[in-house]
């Protein structure tokens, strides 16, 4: 299982970024999953900032980003997209996506624990000026 992201980089407080998490190793129309972003910012600790599960579709979100930022699983691309809207400077951080198979049902936001995932990416960084 590989994690690949893409799309970071630097923008202005307003602005808007698209990552990418493309998968390999695995088909998302194949296999119960949930897949979830995480950002960790210097000096802080790591924290889940969305989360999809595939079994029952929902989606999960960090509060301070609920409104602003959408995760989107694309079957056809195995590609989960985290549109980021509206760019705050304390949105500057390392983002990286992981996966973990199974079922999961009733989790609800403790979905967004990084213990829960298995594989992980590499990161992709976003930096928001003001």
């Known amino acids: 299982v590989q994690l690949v992201e893409s799309g970071g980089g630097f923008v202005q407080a307003g602005e808007s970024l698209r990552l990418s998490c493309t998968a390999s190793?695995?088909?998302?129309?194949?296999?119960?999953?949930?897949i979830g972003w995480f950002r960790q910012a210097p000096g802080k600790e790591r924290e889940g900032v969305a989360a999809f599960t595939r079994t029952d579709r929902r989606k999960y979100y960090l509060e301070s980003v609920k409104g602003r930022f959408t995760i989107s699983p694309d079957d056809v691309e195995n590609t989960v997209y985290l549109q980021m809207n509206n760019l705050k400077p304390e949105d500057t951080a390392m983002y990286s996506c992981g996966v973990v198979f199974g079922i999961h049902i009733g989790i609800g936001r403790g979905m967004l624990q990084a213990g829960r995932y298995r594989y992980w990416g590499q990161g992709t960084h976003v930096t928001v000026s003001s």
């Open positions: 190793g695995f088909t998302f129309d194949d296999v119960d999953y949930a």
